[in-house]
C-alpha cells in the first residue's frame, strides 16, 4: 500500500487545518488507517484510528473534542480535520495503514507533513 499525504503547513492557535493520506495499491487488504505524529525531540504518538469496515474511530485523549479523522471509501483516502488548533500540536504527522493477517500485522507509511502551530 502505497500512501500521499497532503495538507499540512503553518497555522495560528486556535485555526484549523485538514490533512488528507490517499492510498493506493492493495487497499483491499487494509484494516485500519491513521495517524501518528512526531513532536520535535519527542516519542511518535497515535493521534486517530479510523476502521475500514464499520468505521470505528478512535483518538488521544490529548485531540479528543478537537480533531475528527473521517474516509471517502471511494477516493480511498482519510481525513483529518483539526480544530482549535494549540502550539503543543506542532509535529510530523505521518499517515499510516495497517493491515492484519495471521502473520501478524503489517503498516504502510506515508512520507509524513509538518504541521507548526503558532502562538
Known amino acids: 500500500v502505497q500512501l500521499v499525504e497532503s495538507g499540512g503547513g503553518l497555522v495560528q492557535a486556535g485555526g484549523s487545518l485538514r490533512l488528507s493520506c490517499a492510498a493506493s495499491?492493495?487497499?483491499?487488504?487494509?484494516?485500519?488507517m491513521g495517524w501518528y505524529r512526531q513532536p520535535p525531540g519527542k516519542q511518535r504518538e497515535l493521534v486517530a484510528v479510523?476502521?475500514?469496515?464499520?468505521?470505528?474511530?478512535t483518538y488521544a485523549d490529548s485531540v479528543k473534542g478537537r480533531f475528527t479523522i473521517s474516509r471517502d471509501n471511494a477516493k480511498n483516502t482519510i481525513y483529518l480535520q483539526m480544530n482549535s488548533l494549540k502550539p503543543e500540536d506542532t509535529a510530523v504527522y505521518l499517515c499510516?495503514?495497517?493491515?492484519?493477517?495471521?502473520?501478524?500485522?503489517?503498516?504502510?507509511w506515508g512520507q509524513g507533513t509538518q504541521v507548526t502551530v503558532s502562538a
Open positions: 495499491g492493495s487497499t483491499l487488504s487494509v484494516n485500519a
Open positions: 499510516f495503514a495497517a493491515t492484519m493477517n495471521s502473520l501478524g500485522t503489517f503498516h504502510s
Open positions: 479510523i476502521g475500514t469496515g464499520g468505521g470505528s474511530t
